[in-house]
């Protein structure tokens, strides 16, 4: 979005990195300076993305736990919206009652079916995608939360899935 060439680590530190068993060895623990930060040059159009971006880094992480989200989904489903961005095929399998399935690669498609007067919590496999995908929803005005480890944190949970129709 800013024009920087930057991609995910698939799986991050604990599910990418660490069952590699690469040792100690490749991994740094020393703190690695940045260079001071330079902000461009930047029109007004730009300014006003720039800014929601470094807001939203400045306020939170936008993660809430499986627990927290299956008390909100119990307490008033209406008020908030399960956003499932997996497959449809595993959708189908089982999801969080209430939720809405939209692929990944579709979600940019179906922007028109996001609320923006109430929170869209986000999940998917382990939670790496949904939290990629909140960050444009967010930008864009929508309140969306990440659900914390995706569907393997809600089952991990024993929360329980429904098989949709």
Avoid: H
């Avoid at 680590?9 to 100690?24: Q, S, Y």
């Avoid at 496999?125 to 939360?145: H, S, V």
């Avoid at 809600?154 to 098989?163: D, I, M, S, Y």
């Amino acid at each position: 979005m800013l024009g920087y060439n930057a991609v995910s680590f698939r799986g991050g530190m604990n599910f990418g990195w660490a069952p590699l068993n690469l040792g100690e060895a490749t991994l740094q623990t020393t703190e690695n300076k940045l260079p001071e930060p330079k902000k461009p040059e930047l029109d007004a159009k730009k300014q006003i993305l720039w800014d929601a971006v470094v807001s939203y880094f400045t306020d939170k992480n936008y993660i809430i736990a499986p627990a927290d989200l299956d008390a909100l989904v119990k307490e008033n489903p209406d008020a908030i919206m399960v956003l499932d961005i997996r497959s449809a095929e595993d959708f189908a399998k089982g999801a969080i009652a209430t939720a809405k399935n939209i692929a990944f690669k579709e979600v940019g498609k179906n922007l028109d079916q996001l609320p923006s007067n109430k929170p869209v919590y986000v999940t998917c496999y382990t939670g790496q995608t949904a939290g990629i995908t909140i960050a444009p929803l967010r930008l864009m005005g929508i309140n969306a939360i990440s659900l914390n480890r995706g569907m393997t944190g809600w089952t991990g949970a024993e929360l329980g899935v429904v098989v949709p129709k």
